[in-house]
């Protein structure tokens, strides 16, 4: 277990060659999510140059991104040398669209000017951000006849028309979508109550009260910039083999491969057909050209029919799919319960003179279909509240998100101009956070894709560790880990978090944390 404070550019370049099992690690999209600069850009090639170098023949690298930015993400890990083997989707229901409403913009600014009030705060940010008119000019490309700063003073003064693409524009630069001066006083239709669930996985809990469903008169009534936020890909790569087979590159490093049966999907129902293990003609201690010989053939059907049963337990074949809590919950209830039919099958197995397929000695093993909603099929790692801050009793929390913060800031911090404040009915500022890291994982969907990849007992390394999300999973799964990080704030919470991981073992079988005597070896 190592954790090293730095840059990964100059800390990857410290590790041997050849030394890492995998890599997993949830790394800067190329946002610049809530300003923060370590999110101006993807990592660069010559990051995953490095990883490359590190990770053994035919280790795995497995990379959260974006969904604007994962194509620039894969582009990097391909040009570094590694083989993209899948795309990974992680699905969640509980994603909270980041998107203006231009029918209310345009009921604001009066049809086509931006009105005083929006006017000074389009001045005012501005000027914040360090921006002159003509530099706000040209990054909307907001071009006038004569100069393009023109353009923006004629807006901020209230004297120049304002298209609502102009506008759109405007206010997205600026990070004002869902700023309170931004909404408007328009028709009010009704009121409703809310539960806004927002991610459980980082603990926030929900947000009740009552909000107002308004409507204007504009034709660009419904009108919006964004979708709902409710995935995120992950590039699976490879680093090449050294060795002509994955067979051989597995004998010599322990890498290549995928730990299929330790990630199959769990269930309590019998399973068949794309469950069961093993090809029937691959079953040790058999040579096929004398199945004609009844009592061999007696003896093959027995070993077939208890590794069918064997394999009928391990669970679903794990797919490139996976679902969190609320988008399991989501799907089922658009599919109802559902039932795979029964299915009957027959094998046809080596026949007299070593003839395959002949209908002599015929085997027949049925399968039986199974019950539930679609999301069985997927793996749906379970969410805590508590995982994000276990361990941080002691640390000072850090107050993050405003009314004037951006709709995500809601599902992390508990804090928006939607936000928190409007929709509970009161005007309390959010919450204090131990663990203020903006893209916390679930521990068990870092263990899940450690396990993937990883053999036991194998080293995984992050680079970009954050608070320590998969180094804590590493230890719940007993794998070894190596972390780097950047900001000194996150690698004490990392720190924390691991060793508490350490010092309170989990049961993943029980769910629910070991307890330790920790007298156990003091004597009175």
């Not at 389009?122 to 700063?149: C, D, P, W």
């Not at 029964?342 to 070593?354: E, I, L, R, T």
């Not at 093993?365 to 997927?378: C, E, L, N, P, V």
């Not at 992050?462 to 780097?484: E, N």
Request: proline share 4%; hydrophobic share 30%.
């Amino acid at each position: 277990m190592k954790l090293i404070l730095g840059d990964s550019v100059d800390k990857l370049k410290e590790l041997d060659d050849n030394s890492i099992d995998s890599i997993v690690t949830d790394p800067p999209y190329g946002l610049s999510f809530m300003g923060k600069k370590w999110d101006y850009d993807v990592p660069s090639q010559e990051i995953f140059e490095e990883c490359l170098r590190v990770l053994k023949p035919g280790g795995h690298l497995l990379s959260f991104a974006g969904s604007r930015t994962y194509h620039r993400m894969a582009v990097r890990v391909e040009d570094a040398g590694f083989e993209i083997r899948d795309q990974i989707m992680w699905i969640y229901g509980s994603g909270f669209p980041k998107s203006l409403n231009i029918g209310k913009g345009i009921d604001k600014q009066g049809g086509n000017s931006l009105g005083k009030e929006v006017a000074d705060l389009v001045k005012k940010t501005r000027l914040k951000m360090g921006l002159s008119t003509i530099q706000l000019a040209e990054l909307g490309k907001f071009y006038g006849k004569t100069n393009h700063g023109g353009t923006v003073s004629n807006w901020e003064t209230g004297r120049g028309n304002i298209t609502p693409e102009q506008f759109n524009k405007l206010i997205e630069i600026l990070n004002l979508e869902n700023n309170p001066i931004i909404e408007t006083k328009r028709e009010v239709l009704g009121k409703i109550k809310t539960n806004l669930t927002v991610m459980q996985n980082i603990g926030i809990g929900n947000i009740t009260g009552e909000v107002e469903v308004t409507k204007g008169n504009s034709e660009w009534e419904g009108w919006g910039t964004a979708l709902k936020p409710a995935h995120e890909p992950i590039v699976m790569a490879r680093k090449p083999l050294s060795e002509k087979t994955v067979v051989n590159n597995v004998l010599e490093w322990g890498t290549g491969g995928i730990n299929i049966d330790e990630s199959r999907i769990t269930t309590n129902d019998t399973l068949g057909g794309g469950a069961t293990k093993g090809s029937v003609l691959a079953i040790d201690g058999f040579d096929r050209p004398w199945m004609h010989d009844e009592e061999k053939m007696k003896e093959f059907s027995d070993k077939m029919k208890e590794k069918v049963e064997h394999a009928q337990t391990l669970g679903r074949f794990p797919s490139n799919i996976i679902l969190d809590k609320e988008a399991g919950k989501i799907l089922d209830e658009q599919t109802g319960q559902l039932k795979s039919g029964d299915m009957p099958g027959k094998y046809k197995g080596w026949g007299k003179n070593g003839i395959y397929g002949s209908t002599d000695n015929e085997l027949e093993q049925t399968y039986y279909g199974d019950k539930g909603g679609a999301s069985r099929f997927f793996y749906c790692p379970k969410t805590s509240k508590t995982d994000r801050n276990e361990g941080l009793e002691d640390f000072k929390g850090k107050q993050i998100g405003t009314y004037n913060a951006h709709s995500s800031d809601l599902e992390i911090y508990g804090g928006s101009s939607l936000g928190a404040a409007s929709m509970s009915g009161n005007n309390k500022m959010p919450q204090p956070k131990q663990n203020f890291h903006p893209t916390v994982k679930p521990t068990d969907l870092m263990l899940y894709l450690i396990r993937l990849v990883t053999p036991k007992g194998g080293t995984t390394l992050d680079p970009f560790m954050g608070s320590g999300s998969t180094g804590k999973a590493a230890v719940r799964g007993g794998f070894d880990f190596i972390g780097i990080e950047r900001e000194k704030e996150y690698i004490e919470i990392a720190e924390a978090r691991i060793q508490y991981e350490i010092d309170n073992p989990y049961s993943e079988e029980k769910e629910e944390r070991i307890k330790i005597n920790k007298n156990s070896n003091k004597f009175f």
